[in-house]
Nanobody, 126 residues
Framework: QVQLVESGGGLGRTGGSLTLSCGAS????????MGWFRQAPGKQRDFVAG????????YYDDSVKGRFTISRDNAKATVYLQMDNLKPEDTADYFC???????????????????WGQGTQVTVSS
């Protein structure tokens, strides 16, 4: 079965950086777009960033554009989220997800991702 395992969360400071990683197994990683989502306490799960299977196309939510960078290493079956210039409002649980269908642009709707990691917590202190 498909398994996604996030790592790299923790405590960051305003203006600082954190890097999240998500390792995948159980499916041909290089065929599928990947997404990062986040969920703050009491709020819905929101799209943060997405990357196509090849890595050539990336999408970002406006709230993180210019601060976060999504990338992938298909040889390592891993997707990354580099988070720079952190803000307290970035505090949330972060989830990686794998697209339902192969070889398409990364969706921005969580319903299009049937496979999810367990999440990693990011807390940004002010």
């Amino acid at each position: 079965q498909v398994q996604l395992v996030e790592s790299g969360g923790g405590l960051g400071r305003t203006g600082g950086s954190l890097t999240l990683s998500c390792g995948a197994s159980g499916r041909t990683f290089s065929f599928y777009a990947m997404g990062w989502f986040r969920q703050a306490p009491g709020k819905q799960r929101d799209f943060v960033a997405g990357i196509s299977a090849s890595g050539r196309t990336t999408y970002y939510d406006d709230s993180v554009k210019g601060r976060f960078t999504i990338s992938r290493d298909n040889a390592k079956a891993t997707v990354y989220l580099q988070m720079d210039n952190l803000k307290p409002e970035d505090t949330a649980d972060y989830f990686c997800a794998m697209d339902r269908l192969p070889q398409r642009l990364p969706p921005m709707w969580s319903a299009e991702y049937p496979y999810w990691g367990q999440g990693t917590q990011v807390t940004v202190s002010s």
